[in-house]
């Protein structure tokens, strides 16, 4: 299985703030790579995937790259709603796994 | 607009199977691809399997021996079963739909999948 690795596990930030995270694939995963957000009490949201395409709806000021095994997701001055957890997943191989999620905080 | 919702038990003992269903407001559940995750209290969220359109499925090797994952078209319905369960088996209980973004590179078609819409989750508790 590939094992993906998320940092930081969590972060805290201010409103405005730019942050990114990283995500790390254990083996060559090319770009497939996909990023979710999830609130307490919520299910997961799909935000990015191929590793840096936006999904319809998203804001812009959400972005992903990297391609291979170390890949970013980066949010661009943060809002109050973007504080939640946030999870990359690996859509390379069966099986699917995700990384271990990094909880976004205000500060 | 897709919109899915699981419903099931959220009680089950130990040693007993656990029936989920997911209803699909879709024209017709055969035309996508589904999928069920599931996520552990305070923990990462966790692939179970996908059934795609073509009604073969894939299942999460650690969970392959006890899943089953099916789709009624006649209801519009996806299920999960997943037989003799125990306490780690508690979870919050998604299931989503499978989305693909094809593309060509170097005159080889590519396909990315994702899940794009998700159920709300149901939680099941598995405890005597």
């Known amino acids: 299985d590939i094992q993906m690795t998320q940092s930081p596990s969590s972060l805290s930030a201010f409103v405005g703030d730019s942050v990114t995270i990283t995500c790390r694939a254990s083996?060559?995963?090319?770009?497939?790579l996909n990023w979710y957000q999830q609130k307490p009490g919520n299910a997961p949201k799909l935000l990015i995937y191929?590793?840096?395409s936006l999904q319809s709806g998203v804001p812009s000021r959400f972005s992903g790259g990297g391609s291979g095994t170390d890949f970013t997701l980066t949010i661009s001055s943060l809002q109050p709603e973007d504080f939640a957890t946030y999870s990359c997943?690996?859509?390379?191989?069966?099986?699917?796994?995700f990384g271990q999620g990094t909880n976004l905080e205000i500060k | 607009q897709v919109q899915l919702q699981e419903s099931g038990p959220g009680l089950v003992k130990p040693s007993e199977t656990l029936s989920l269903s997911c209803t699909v407001s879709?024209?017709?559940?055969?035309?996508?691809?589904w999928a069920w995750i599931r996520q552990p209290p305070g923990k990462a969220l966790e692939w179970i399997g996908y059934?795609?359109?073509?009604?073969?499925?894939n299942y999460s090797p650690s969970l392959k021996s006890r899943v089953t994952i099916e789709v009624d078209t006649s209801k519009n319905l996806l299920s999960l079963k997943l037989t003799s369960v125990t306490p780690a088996d508690t979870a919050v209980y998604y299931c989503?739909?499978?989305?693909?973004?094809?593309?060509?590179?170097?005159?080889?078609?590519?396909?990315?999948?994702?899940?794009?819409?998700w159920g709300k989750g149901t939680t099941v508790i598995v405890s005597s």
């Open positions: 059934i795609y359109s073509s009604g073969s499925t």
């Open positions: 879709v024209d017709s559940i055969r035309t996508y691809s």
């Open positions: 997943e690996q859509s390379f191989s069966i099986p699917r796994t």
């Open positions: 191929a590793a840096s």
């Open positions: 083996q060559n995963i090319n770009n497939y």
């Open positions: 989503a739909r499978l989305g693909r973004f094809g593309e060509i590179f170097r005159r080889v078609p590519q396909y990315y999948y994702y899940l794009d819409v």
